[in-house]
């Protein structure tokens, strides 16, 4: 029996009352809820949104679609769709970045979950064809791929679909690419846009998390080391910021004029990749493009240098052309292989080049994602609530919504702010002095 049979085989026979999910091991639920629990207490919006949604029931009788990372935060998402009435189905965004103990959890409480820890590119297809399998009406992605699989393969059961909420840049990237081209069959609303997801989650939750996993990865010192980030998007502002508080010396390489602008102003160097190549002690991308860090890069970086990639998909740093070079490639560490060149110098991919912080790390904190995962419950409320307004395109989130996490997470801090006068308000809206 292979290992995909073994896995199903365990899951139909020990799920119980969930037979169609597909896990590795049931019996790990009780540490998956103890993380959950721990997300729970440091999620505060959520736990206000959870108390209205489970009077309310706005997604009463709805099948629900997560692909996103299966670690604690987004199960205590799952939770919250399930206490709004929805019916939640689950698969893994990455396979790196799934915890087998919170999955156990996940399906032990009621939702069906297609994810293990490490499958491969074929297992991991199989879990969002599971995932489609179950005919959701509205779905929350990461990336774009479960709504990229329902619309290369399964054009009629995109057609009658609500919606979705996307989660990332890359996967919005990807949604208004199908949008120019007349492809998009449901409207999706970019809930990566929204001034509470990218101020917040793209720049504190990415800066914080990423330093996390290098550190915990390579137990090495960031003081006084040279590191290149690739990209000074929000995320990229997050790396670097951190980078630069622990000590180090940051270099900054971009496509754009004006953010290199912007980082060179910020108090960081900027150069090409190709002369920042020799340079860098840690090299990471950001940038949502493939081949950032290829061949021509990799053969002038220094002995010892540290890869690794924060962007999206595994295709920022060439693993063909790190193949293609070395002479042998090993496990070094725990989530770190050493390639070596042909003339000794050894270099490190963390990883697999799959983003380092979900990957070798535990992804953003509680916090943050109480705000990102906040705004996509609403979201999708909002794309159940006005199906028969939105047109199949790209929307950003509504003001509205956006200004209500915001609210929330500052009632839930004790802050309060001044609201403007109606003097104020006259002032503003007219053209006269």
Known sequence: MSRVDNAVAYSLEKAGQHPQSMIRDLSLAASGYRKIEWARR???????????????KPLEGLKIALCLHLEAKTAYLAQTLMKAGGEVFACASN????QDDVVAAMVDSGITTFAWHGATPEEYDMH???TLDCHPDVIIDDGQDLMAMLHRDRKDQAEKVIGGCEETTTGIHRLRSMEREGLLLFPVIAVNDAYMK?????RYGTGQSVWDAIMRTTNLVVAGKKIVVAGYGWCGKGVSMRAKGLGAQVIITEIDPIKANEALMDGFSVMPMSEAAPLGDVFITVTGNINVIRAEHIERMKDGAILCNAGHFDVEVSKPDLNRISVSRKLIRNNTEEFTLKDGRRIYLLGEGRLVNLAAGDGHPAE?????????????IYLVQNRQALEPRVYNVPAEIDNKVARLRLKTLGISIDELTPEQEKYLASWEV
């Open 42 to 56: 440091h999620m505060p919006v959520l736990n206000l949104l959870q108390q209205e949604f489970e009077a309310q």
């Open 95 to 98: 396979p790196l970045s799934t």
């Open 128 to 130: 969002l064809a599971a």
């Open 198 to 202: 990218y101020l917040f989650d793209n």
């Open 368 to 380: 943050v994602m109480d705000l990102s995962f906040s705004l996509q419950a609403l979201s999708l």
